[in-house]
């Protein structure tokens, strides 16, 4: 009887080990690169400018519609508020739309969230 024939292919466990090395890693640079780009963006925010030989840095600002569930509570009422349930501002507006909610009380109790981006830009165009 002879041995099986020797294989270059990592075993399952090798394949996992690996794996696990790849994601700590990954979650890792994740972490520092979250860590840094707030201090950049914290940076900008005061007026400072940012780039490299490659990269330029922008802050780009989106805002988001909510409607906070306790001002929605108070307004719509126990019924609506569950109805919404995590108060999905699609849903929130269909309703609304539709004639089951007063549309202007809701944009009344609607706020603006601001995210801000860090971008690269790179400077090559």
Do not use: C, N, W
Request: hydrophobic share 40%.
């Amino acid at each position: 009887m002879t041995a099986p024939p020797a294989s270059d292919e990592p075993t399952l466990s090798e394949l996992l080990e690996r794996y696990a090395t790849l994601r700590d890693t990954i979650q890792g640079l994740e972490t520092e690169r979250d860590a840094l780009g707030e201090q950049i963006k914290e940076a900008m925010t005061r007026g400072e400018r940012a780039e490299t030989e490659l990269y330029r840095a922008h802050l780009r600002v989106s805002r988001r519609l909510s409607y906070p569930l306790e001002r929605f509570r108070e307004v719509f009422g126990d019924a609506a508020a569950l109805e919404v349930a995590t108060i999905d501002r699609r849903r929130a507006e269909a309703l609304a739309q539709a004639g089951d909610l007063d549309g202007a009380r809701l944009r009344d109790i609607a706020e603006v969230k601001e995210v801000q981006a860090l971008v690269l830009v790179p400077k090559t165009r």
